[in-house]
């Protein structure tokens, strides 16, 4: 299902939206944090339009998981905190039965194509496209059916076993859902759509997102982006991780932040 249907809201009554969670973003059978922030940018953007803001972008997201929400109806609540000038906040808990599951604070504002970047200290090097391959898709991992992903393998093989010192993945990603391009809305689908950077150093594949912040900087160029995703530290049962993605102009579109725990093979 291509992502725009799979994260669409309706109203549901003042303050509220309904939406339906889909099979086709999941990570083991759970949706993923990255198609949740576009179900949530939804809901913050409807609800300031709702109220007279004149923006139209999320750019920044910072959402709690809770509890892990299932596949099928959720109920959105939202709160605008304030419609500024230059940007909106706009609360989002989204909810099945009577528990809360995920909240997320977004700041709503506008970007521009024709946006001048005045200073950028961020980078990546990356492998070209046809040097990276495309690697087995692992079992129970739906998101990665609506994307093509091109790995620079530099370093150790860890879809085969090997371990090294460095959690650091390194990818080129193109949409493919069926009907999208990247846009400054399910790029935030990609902030959290690549395989845990701590596979690299022996983690099993449970590692359950706690805190996912996302920025939007640009309006994305080109129909292949490049992604940097990082080990920052590893202590006591969770990794703190960052992730960048640019355009193919060097362009630095979105970055994230997420904390979650994580559990490695040899028990460490």
């Known amino acids: 299902m291509p992502l725009f249907d799979a994260a669409a809201v ?12 889909v099979d086709d973003y999941t990570v083991f059978g759970y949706p993923n944090g990255g198609y949740l922030q576009c179900v949530m940018a939804n809901a913050a953007v409807a609800a300031a339009s709702d109220e007279g803001a004149p923006h ?13 929400p299932t596949v099928g109806p959720a109920m959105l609540s939202t709160k605008v905190r304030r419609i500024g000038r230059g940007a909106s906040f706009v609360t989002v808990a ?3 039965g009577e528990d809360v599951l995920t909240e997320a604070l977004v700041t709503v504002g506008t970007l521009s194509e024709r ?23 692992s079992e129970g991992m739906t998101i990665h059916h609506a994307l093509e992903m091109r790995f620079d393998t530099r370093g150790p093989r860890w879809w085969e076993g090997e371990v090294g010192d460095a959690g650091d993945l390194r990818a080129w990603i193109r949409l493919n859902d069926g009907s999208s391009v990247w846009d400054a809305w399910n790029v935030l689908f990609a902030t959290d759509a690549l395989p845990p950077a701590t596979l690299p150093l022996g983690s099993t594949g449970w590692v359950p997102s706690l805190q996912l912040t ?15 995703q990082w080990i920052v530290s590893v202590a006591d049962g969770f990794s703190e991780e960052r992730c960048e993605i640019y355009d193919d102009r060097g362009e630095l579109i979105a970055s994230a932040s997420q904390l979650a725990m994580v559990r490695f093979t040899t028990g460490h």
């Open 10 to 21: 309706e109203p549901a009554g003042e303050n509220r939206f309904r939406c339906e969670l």
């Open 56 to 68: 139209l972008f999320a750019i920044a997201l910072s959402t709690n998981f809770i509890k892990a």
């Open 94 to 96: 989204l909810s099945q």
């Open 115 to 137: 946006s001048a970047t005045r200073h950028q200290s961020a980078s990546i090097d990356i492998a070209p496209l046809a040097e990276c391959v495309e690697l087995p898709i």
């Open 214 to 228: 996302s920025y939007v900087r640009r309006i994305p160029s080109s129909e292949w982006l490049h992604v940097r």
